[in-house]
């Protein structure tokens, strides 16, 4: 089962890691799953469920990002 699935999680992340690899934040930028696993930017917390279980200020990710 391991091994099955370390395949299957390589399978669905790897586009990701593609388009990061090769757009960086252009690719966060276009793309909501990414900018959802985005929590901080240039010392913004940009995960809303983040900055509401700690109490912090919450950023946009797309504000932070610029």
Same mark, same amino acid.
């Given at each position: 089962? *391991?091994?099955?699935?370390?395949?299957?999680?390589?399978?669905?992340?790897?586009?990701? &890691?593609?388009?990061?690899?090769?757009r $960086? #934040?252009?690719a966060?930028?276009?793309?909501? *799953?990414?900018?959802?696993?985005?929590?901080?930017?240039?010392?913004?917390?940009?995960? &809303?469920?983040?900055?509401?279980?700690? $109490? #912090?200020?919450?950023?946009?990710?797309?504000?932070?990002?610029?």
């Open positions: 089962v *391991p091994r099955t699935s370390t395949f299957a999680l390589a399978n669905q992340t790897m586009s990701y &890691a593609l388009e990061l690899a090769n $960086g #934040l252009d966060v930028r276009e793309s909501q *799953p990414l900018r959802h696993g985005l929590n901080t930017h240039r010392g913004k917390l940009t995960h &809303a469920a983040v900055a509401q279980a700690f $109490g #912090l200020a919450y950023t946009d990710p797309l504000v932070a990002l610029g």
